[in-house]
């Protein structure tokens, strides 16, 4: 059974920093694409950043660009999102997602609130 858990979440001022984390088990951690989502209340999930199974290729939303940064430990099978000069519009729900080839999977998710 697949299952990819998310921690880090939490109410953060806007400027602050959160370092969000996916354990992944259940699944070849080291073969599966890896990617961060986050859905704000009343839009649609939107990618935020990836990375590579090889972790050759990251690539970010343009929003997040040089603030946040993805990364991943395969011996942990764990994918970070280090995220820092926090804005009000990066609340929301956070998901992690593995890919790989026809196979998705969704973690549960963590809240992310900027607010002051």
Do not use: H
């Not at 839009?43 to 050759?56: P, Q």
């Not at 993805?70 to 926090?86: E, G, H, P, W």
């Amino acid at each position: 059974q697949v299952q990819l858990v998310e921690s880090g979440g939490g109410l953060v001022q806007p400027g602050g920093s959160l370092r969000l984390s996916c354990v992944a088990s259940g699944l070849t951690f080291s073969t599966y694409d890896m990617n961060w989502y986050r859905q704000a209340p009343g839009k649609e999930r939107e990618l935020v950043a990836g990375i590579r199974s090889g972790g050759g290729s990251i690539n970010y939303a343009d929003s997040v660009k040089g603030r946040f940064t993805i990364s991943r430990d395969n011996a942990k099978k764990t994918v970070y999102l280090q995220m820092n000069s926090l804005k009000p519009e990066d609340t929301g729900v956070y998901y992690c997602n593995a890919v790989l080839f026809t196979l998705r999977y969704w973690g549960q998710g963590t809240q992310v609130t900027v607010s002051s």
